[in-house]
């Protein structure tokens, strides 16, 4: 059967081709991209998971500004290039994501906003193409990150869809657009306690809630819930290899939330005292599913099945203009596992990161926009886009 | 989503309401505009296999509310007479064509439908000269529909019902319906073929005289064929016969030139077909065959036709132009002829004369064949174009304005939107694909011959079906590119689907619920390719979309030649059924359209991207405003 799949096709071209499929995609890339074969998103991310704990918070808030950061070796040779820039993307891109608790797309956004605010353009044209640039050297940073695609993508959609680019005065649609793109990064930021905010009244008192992955929005519709004095329990999988399942039980165990650990396996078996399926995304698509960590489509199949609700936290700038068919229509984003004992030569790893969840598995996203149904994302992207 | 288990229902979630709801206005058919929305009942209403009716859409007649009380008694009467016009009466209240059925349903729905846009009805007729008429012709086909059984033996309380109609005739004149009827039973008697029509003819004319003062102004309908319904129902004897020859829903109008048109062409076409499927007898359906020639040789005759016109209904009628686009364009191509050789007559505006020029038109273009959904939306758009013509132009600007508009029309949402659907389209084929395809779609051929120019290594699996066999033609054009095709018939779809990677379909339209109208057969690859977790494409143009809504295949169709069915081309020792057509035991039935059910679409590519098929209403909605700033 898995001969008609496209996907055996490509993967023994691969194999045939060489040994190192990875590595052919980096040397096109530009200088300042990261060498390594894992994708920049997921060492982040790896990274993040580890700097999120509260008690690195705590040390973090204390520090701010000190340049304290999980990034990774990619920030020097970044530097290099833009030394010609009197305005750097990245390094405003870095000194946002400095701050622990922000997102990269939402870093991102800042430091788009920060491009208008610091432009010298005079004309209209002049300005949106250095927008262009600075948003396509700050996809450049990590291509396989989706949120971050997506949220230069909607945030130059956003600040320029707006009819003030029509008026003879410059500057007055500078300061309007300068206006859009503030607004564009409040709502951003904000996105995470807006989410959690509309997501309380659906945890009741005495329900069973399971959580995949680690996302920071499910966390903080967890800690509101549990700041609101509602009584309920927490299931995380163990979430290999990025170990989130550990993680979050230790930040959950912090605000008194009764945990239990599962294993990824052991997720069927659990399903019946599950209420509900809380995820995250790291990217929306446009037919409504989600692109998550690697077990999400797993778990909403067995959910689906149980007929229990899968919820999705994500903030709108995930939104992103994919169409993924199947599993393998996406860019892949790799990540080595660490199986503990040495796997001989010629088996091969299953590497790929991340999964995308058809809509039809997920009954509702929680956004900033609202809590939508999944047919509405293409909704949003058409308004947006047209 | 289906809705799930959610023990505590929670109080107020903030659910944001979406699709239909976000515009100002629930209802996006009805527009405060009255001028843009007569151009949209007129598309319509022109439109009768193409786009249900939906009389909340159409301006009813002018008449004060004491007409609405003869209706309404003729409703009830008409519901009483027979099944078909029945079903009639409510296939045009009801517009998602759900065939739902009380007497009183129907009365209370027709009498609500005049009374509830009364008012807009009255800025509808200073306005004028728009196209806007089934409400009339529902109230003709009412009227039309009890006078003939009203003289039968059985029904003499229709007469006394349909007697609120009657007053408004003259005594003359119901003399003479009278006298022609009674003409037309003895005629019938004794032939059944043609002395029916004429004489049905002029009596369909009497009567569309009678019924013109019921109805105020000319307003023109553009639906046509008159004469065979008429002449039928009078013809027919008993109520076996009465009720199988159901009048024709849309050969009643009230224009005088067009029912003689209808009538010079009725003793030459358009002979109803006897032998028909119940289930379907509410779509037309004709002797095929004997209109070419005689069309033809009329070419030189017919002054009200411009020869533009008339070339581009005979290629329809032979099938040299089939395929939503082509004959989109090659409509839109004819009226940039015909308003290049206009000229305004005396004492008329352009804007009103032009509109019922291209009225008259369109209702050839339906005799020769039913109006695609795409040829609907661009009349639509051409008449609209015409109301938004400033008065203050001269009439060579006007008409050069015309001719750019109509040809930006065909550039930008025929042309280019295939372009971007082809360049959308490329990117979901990957080396190693098997892609299916069905029947001969113009956007799908332009995808694959694409990919291949793009070096992609792919095979295509065309698979076709009779009576059409349009695959053939679309699996020459990919062998002289080059690429490795395999051939099959529909039969097989489920034999060889368990290679195939994705399928790419087209589509007549896509309606608003998700369904795609396409080519006959369509429904079944999709169902198939469904049920073997194989991703279905659609690429369809935006301009194609329709804002009704269709749950079935039955409702709204278009039937093709019987005969078609019956004969093998070439295979002499198979055609069993040759001849069989007239057996009054076996009906043919040639559908051309089936309606595929969102559930197994998974996406549509369309010039605004690639869209699920739940985002429909959305485009349609974006596409609205867009026209409507323009």
Redesign the interface.
């Known amino acids: 059967m898995w001969r ?3 996907s055996f ?2 993967d023994d ?1 691969r194999r045939r081709t060489s040994n190192s499929p990875p590595m052919a995609d980096n040397t096109t890339r530009a200088p300042f991209q990261n060498p390594d074969a894992i994708s920049a998103y997921y060492q982040t991310r790896a990274a993040h998971h580890g700097v999120i704990t509260s008690d690195w918070l705590a040390q973090a808030q204390a520090a701010v500004g000190g340049g304290v950061s999980g990034e990774e070796n990619s920030d020097s040779s970044v530097s290099e290039l833009g030394k010609d820039k009197s305005f750097n993307v990245i390094e405003e891109f870095n000194g946002w994501r400095k701050q622990p608790d922000l997102a990269e797309a939402v870093a991102a956004i800042r430091a788009l906003a920060a491009v208008i605010r610091a432009s010298e353009a005079s004309t209209m044209m002049e300005l949106e193409i250095e927008l262009k640039k600075a948003s396509d050297t700050l996809k450049s940073w990590d291509k396989t990150s989706i949120s971050l695609t997506a949220g230069c993508d909607l945030f130059i959609r956003y600040v320029t869809r707006t009819s003030a680019l029509e008026y003879e005065d410059f500057n007055s649609a500078k300061s309007r657009l300068l206006e859009r793109a503030e607004k564009f990064g409040e709502i951003s930021c904000k996105a995470r306690k807006i989410i959690a905010m ?1 997501s309380q ?2 945890i ?1 008192d005495g329900c069973t809630i399971l959580v995949h992955g680690l996302s920071r929005v499910v966390l903080e519709i967890l800690k509101t819930a549990a700041q609101n004095n509602k009584l309920f329990r927490v299931l995380c999988t163990e979430g290999r290899p990025d170990g989130t399942g550990v993680l979050l039980s230790n930040e959950l165990s912090k605000l008194d939330i009764p945990v239990k650990l599962l294993l990824d396996s052991a997720v069927a078996y659990s399903m019946d005292e599950v ?1 509900m399926v809380f995820v995250g995304a790291d990217g929306v698509v ?3 599913g989600i692109i998550n960590m690697m077990g999400t489509y797993q778990i909403a199949l067995v959910a689906h099945s149980m ?3 899968v919820y999705v936290a994500a903030e709108s700038y995930k939104f992103a ?1 994919l ?1 993924p ?2 599993q393998k ?1 996406m860019a892949p984003a790799l990540r080595p596992i660490e199986f503990g004992v040495k796997i001989p030569a010629k088996v091969e790893v299953e590497m790929s990161a991340r999964d995308y969840t058809p ?2 598995y997920l ?2 996203l929680f956004t900033d ?8 994302v ?2 949003e ?3 947006l ?2 | ?1 289906e809705s ?5 229902a ?7 309401q ?2 239909f709801f976000t515009s100002s206005q629930p209802d996006s058919t009805h527009q405060p505009d009255p001028i843009a929305s007569e151009s949209h009942p007129v598309a319509s209403s022109i439109s009768p296999s193409g786009n249900s009716l939906s009389p909340v859409m159409i301006p009813p007649p002018r008449h004060n509310s004491s007409d609405t009380f003869p209706l309404r008694a003729a409703a009830a009467a008409a519901s009483a007479v027979s099944p078909s016009s029945f079903s009639y009466s409510t296939r045009r209240d009801f517009p998602d064509g759900s065939m739902t059925a009380s007497p009183g349903r129907v009365s209370r729905a027709s009498f609500s439908k005049p009374s509830s846009s009364l008012p807009g009805v009255g800025m509808d007729s200073m306005a004028a000269a728009k196209s806007s008429s089934v409400p009339a012709s529902g109230l003709t086909t009412v009227s039309v529909v009890n006078m003939p059984p009203g003289l039968s033996e059985k029904e003499s309380d229709q007469k006394k019902n349909s007697k609120p109609l009657k007053e408004k005739t003259t005594k003359a004149e119901r003399r003479a319906l009278q006298e022609a009827q009674r003409a037309a039973k003895a005629a019938a008697k004794a032939e059944g073929g043609k002395a029916p029509l004429v004489t049905s003819g002029s009596v369909a004319s009497t009567n569309v005289k009678a019924a013109k003062p019921v109805k105020p102004s000319s307003q023109k309908n553009d639906v046509a064929v008159a004469a065979p319904g008429p002449s039928e129902k009078k013809g027919g004897q008993t109520e076996k016969d009465r009720k199988k020859d159901a009048p024709h829903p849309r050969m009643q109008y009230d224009d005088e030139s067009r029912v003689v048109k209808a009538k010079r062409r009725a003793v030459v076409k358009q002979t109803e077909a006897k032998n028909r499927v119940e289930l379907f007898r509410h779509l037309p359906q004709y002797e095929h065959g004997t209109q070419l020639p005689d069309l033809e040789t009329k070419f030189f005759q017919l002054d009200p036709m411009h020869p533009a016109v008339y070339k581009v209904g005979l290629q329809y009628l032979s099938g040299d132009i089939s395929g939503g686009n082509a004959r989109c364009i090659a409509m839109l191509q004819a009226f940039q002829e015909v308003v290049k050789d206009y000229s305004t007559p005396s004492e008329k505006t352009l804007n009103r004369d032009m509109t019922a020029k291209i009225s008259s038109y369109v209702s050839f273009l339906i005799e020769c064949r039913p109006l695609s959904v795409s040829m609907g939306n661009a009349i639509r758009f051409v008449k609209n174009r015409i109301a938004k013509l400033p008065i203050t132009l001269s009439e060579s600007e006007a008409k050069a304005a015309l001719q750019s508009d109509i040809e930006r029309f065909i550039n930008e949402k025929i042309i280019m939107a295939d372009t971007v659907i082809v360049k959308h389209a490329v990117t ?1 084929i ?5 892609l299916l395809t069905y029947g001969s779609p113009t956007a799908v051929e332009m995808v694959l011959l694409h990919a291949h120019e793009l070096k992609k290594k792919f095979r295509v699996l065309v698979v076709d079906s009779r009576p059409k066999l349009e695959g053939q033609l679309l699996l020459r054009r990919l062998i002289k590119r080059g690429i490795s095709c395999t051939y099959t018939h529909i039969n097989a779809v489920s034999y060889i689907m ?5 399928v790419f379909l087209g589509a007549s339209s896509v309606l608003s619920n998700g369904t795609v109208y396409s080519r006959v057969g369509t429904a079944c690859v999709a169902m198939v390719a469904s049920a073997f977790r194989v ?1 279905v ?1 659609v690429c369809c143009e935006a301009y194609k979309f329709h804002e009704r809504v269709q749950l079935d295949s039955i409702c709204s169709n278009e039937l093709g030649d019987p005969n078609a069915i019956s004969k093998v081309h070439g295979r002499e020792d198979i055609n069993y059924l040759d001849g069989l057509t007239n057996n009054a035991n076996l009906q043919f039935l040639n559908l051309m359209y089936d309606a595929t059910p969102s559930d197994y679409i ?2 549509i590519i369309t010039d ?5 098929p ?2 429909v209403p ?2 349609v909605r ?1 596409y609205q405003k867009e026209h409507s700033l323009v």
């Open positions: 008609r799949s496209a096709i490509l071209e509309l009244d659906f009741f209420d446009e037919s409504g007929n229990k609700p203009r169409y068919l199947d229509d809509p039809q009954t509702l926009l609202g809590v939508l149904s999944p047919s509405v293409s909704d992207l058409i308004q886009y047209l | 989503m799930r288990r959610n023990p505590r929670v109080v107020d979630p903030k659910v944001r979406v699709g979901k990957r080396d190693g694909d098997v368990h290679e195939v990677t994705k991703p494409l998974s996406m605004y991207g690639m869209v699920p739940t985002s959305v485009i974006e």
